[in-house]
């Protein structure tokens, strides 16, 4: 969500006309909220919009959202390897996502059989999958920057990076119903000029200062953290 932080914090929805309110909700009910009509633009999984339009949704992507996602495979901290996981649960956003089949992948790398050796657990978001670990509800879980740093200096383990095993995987997709876009194309015009202007803002080395502060602000990260943040992305 950092480009869609940015857009509102440096005025780029404003200067298009538009007022974006942002509803932080799982991932397993976007899908369902976009073709209800409660929301309007939904960063949805990728592998979730095919799954979706197969469905019957009338869906449509417009824009493509990280590639690869700099997921890292976070543990409690006795566990410090793959074949640690043994007898272990892991949680992740739903059974259908492409990062739980990448999940699974980097598992049969690491010598176990997620099928007979894992628990999963599914459903919440990132933040949500932060808590269970934390908690010790779940014994690992994927996480992306700030959080991996985070847990990282309290102590948890690193056991995968994703993009090392798969450097090149989509995790979302920006989606409209297409009813609404095909009603609203000057809305949709003026959003994606908006965030356009906000991630050239965020690539721009003179605004790196700020682009970390307004992340140290949004997320509660330390410093550390957003800077490494701000460098993977």
């Known amino acids: 969500e950092w480009p869609d932080i940015v857009a509102k914090r440096k005025g780029f929805y404003e200067k298009e006309g538009l007022k974006v309110d942002q509803a932080l909700i799982s991932p397993t009910t976007i899908t369902s ?5 409660s929301i309007q633009i939904g960063f949805i999984g990728g592998s979730a919009m095919v799954q979706a339009i197969e469905a019957g949704a009338d869906l449509v992507a417009f824009g493509q959202g990280m590639d690869p996602a700099p997921y890292t495979l976070m543990a409690k901290k006795e566990l410090k390897s793959i074949a640690d996981l043994k007898g272990k649960t892991i949680s992740l956003a739903d ?3 492409v990062y739980t089949v990448a999940t699974k992948e980097i598992i049969r790398k690491g010598g176990l059989d997620p099928e007979k050796d894992i628990n ?3 459903g919440g978001n990132s933040n949500q999958r932060m808590a269970a670990l934390v908690a010790g509800a779940v014994d690992a879980v994927p996480l992306i920057p700030p959080q991996d740093r985070m847990m ?3 102590g948890f383990n690193s056991l995968a990076y994703y993009p090392d095993y798969f450097p090149n995987l989509t995790l979302s997709l920006s989606a409209v119903a297409r009813p609404w ?3 609203n194309p000057e809305i949709m015009k003026s959003f994606m000029r908006a965030q356009k202007a906000a991630i050239t803002w965020l690539y721009d080395p003179a605004n790196k200062s700020e682009a970390i502060a307004l ?3 949004e997320t ?3 410093r550390p953290s957003a800077e490494q943040a ?4």
Do not use: C, H, P, V
């Open 152 to 154: 990282t200096d309290q």
């Open 220 to 222: 509660n990260a330390d």
């Open 230 to 233: 701000y460098d993977q992305f």
């Open 33 to 37: 909220s976009l073709i209800g009509g």
């Open 181 to 183: 876009a095909s009603k």
């Open 215 to 217: 992340l140290m602000t």
């Open 95 to 97: 059974e259908g996502d």
């Open 120 to 122: 999963f657990r599914y």
